[in-house]
């Protein structure tokens, strides 16, 4: 896996997926009115957003000074993870869908192993990859749940408080 050319298209791609949602919720300004819509935007944008900064310093780093991506990894994790947590309770109180919460709940398991095996690279080893390359599966993983709720929130859950 030639890893620095796997980033620099991953984080590219991930800009690009973050250009085109600004796109979207433009084209959608009543979106931004109400607080609920207006939290689940947000989240959506930082899926796509936190995985391209990540991609960004692991090139940085590369496989010359992983402390660089490892450290930024960790760091942006912890921010992906605290701010799920925070919809996922917003949520929970509000009464989302159960579809909703467990896709954040899914978000905030990849952050958690994100942040794991950015502090502690070896345990890739178990499966035979190097910490960067375990490190981009998790990416991956995290994107497609970012379309994910793309898709559900453009098919209307998450915008219950639209109607409202």
Same mark, same amino acid.
């Given at each position: 896996?030639? =890893? &620095?050319?796997? %980033?620099?298209?991953?984080?590219?791609?991930?800009?690009?997926?973050?250009?085109? #949602? $600004?796109?979207?919720?433009? &084209?959608?300004?009543? $979106?931004?009115?109400?607080?609920?819509?207006?939290?689940? =935007?947000?989240?959506? %944008?930082?899926?796509?957003?936190?995985?391209?900064?990540?991609?960004?310093?692991?090139?940085?780093?590369?496989?010359?000074?992983? #402390?660089? #991506?490892?450290?930024?990894?960790?760091?942006?994790?912890?921010?992906?993870?605290?701010?799920?947590?925070?919809?996922?309770?917003?949520?929970?109180?509000?009464?989302?869908?159960?579809?909703? !919460?467990?896709?954040?709940?899914?978000?905030?398991?990849? %952050?958690? !192993?994100?942040?794991?095996?950015?502090?502690?690279?070896?345990?890739?080893?178990?499966?035979?990859?190097?910490?960067?390359?375990?490190?981009?599966?998790?990416?991956?993983?995290?994107?497609?749940?970012?379309?994910?709720?793309? $898709?559900?929130?453009?098919?209307?859950?998450?915008?219950?408080?639209?109607?409202?």
């Amino acid at each position: 896996m030639d =890893v &620095s050319t796997f %980033y620099a298209l991953f984080s590219a791609t991930c800009f690009t997926l973050v250009g085109l #949602w $600004w796109n979207v919720v433009q &084209s959608h300004s009543e $979106w931004m009115r109400a607080p609920a819509l207006r939290r689940v =935007v947000g989240g959506i %944008y930082l899926s796509f957003l936190l995985p391209a900064l990540m991609g960004l310093f692991a090139q940085v780093g590369g496989t010359e000074q992983p #402390w660089i #991506w490892r450290a930024s990894f960790v760091v942006i994790a912890v921010i992906g993870c605290a701010s799920t947590l925070r919809l996922l309770a917003r949520d929970r109180a509000e009464g989302v869908g159960a579809g909703l !919460l467990w896709h954040r709940v899914g978000v905030t398991v990849l %952050y958690v !192993l994100i942040a794991v095996v950015g502090s502690h690279p070896e345990m890739a080893d178990v499966v035979n990859l190097k910490g960067i390359q375990a490190e981009a599966l998790l990416l991956i993983l995290l994107v497609v749940l970012g379309h994910a709720l793309v $898709w559900r929130f453009m098919a209307g859950e998450g915008r219950a408080a639209e109607a409202t």
